[in-house]
């Protein structure tokens, strides 16, 4: 099973950027599609963004579209969400995940990392 431990997370002010990085153990990252989720106290676990294996293909919740990025470099085993242009309702908990199959919607999160803290000010 993939381990994710989420960093990058913080305090920013409306309008600026954060970058998460999720960073993978175990060889089957690189086969495995990738996705961002996040959370909110007394709500559902939210989609934000997802990627394909191969990172030519990315997905993406209408909340963010345009101004997050999703992005992978199975190198270096480490999955990334660029976040700009943010919003105080883009504050959260962000998990990072991945998939039994190479691309998203084909099947469910298999493993989970501990989520990291965003909290835009505004």
């Known amino acids: 099973q993939v381990q994710l431990v989420e960093s990058g997370g913080g305090l920013v002010q409306a309008g600026g950027s954060l970058r998460l990085s999720c960073a993978a153990s175990g060889r089957t990252f690189s086969y495995s599609a990738m996705g961002w989720f996040r959370q909110t106290p007394g709500k559902e676990r939210e989609f934000v963004a997802a990627i394909n294996w191969s990172g030519d293909t990315t997905y993406y919740a209408d909340s963010v579209e345009g101004r997050f990025t999703i992005s992978r470099d199975n190198a270096k085993n480490t999955g990334y969400l660029q976040m700009n242009s943010l919003k105080p309702e883009d504050t959260a908990v962000y998990y990072c995940?991945?998939?039994?199959?190479?691309?998203?919607?084909?099947?469910?999160?298999?493993?989970w990392g501990q989520g990291t803290q965003v909290t835009v000010s505004s």
């Open positions: 995940a991945t998939f039994k199959s190479t691309d998203y919607g084909n099947s469910p999160p298999g493993s």
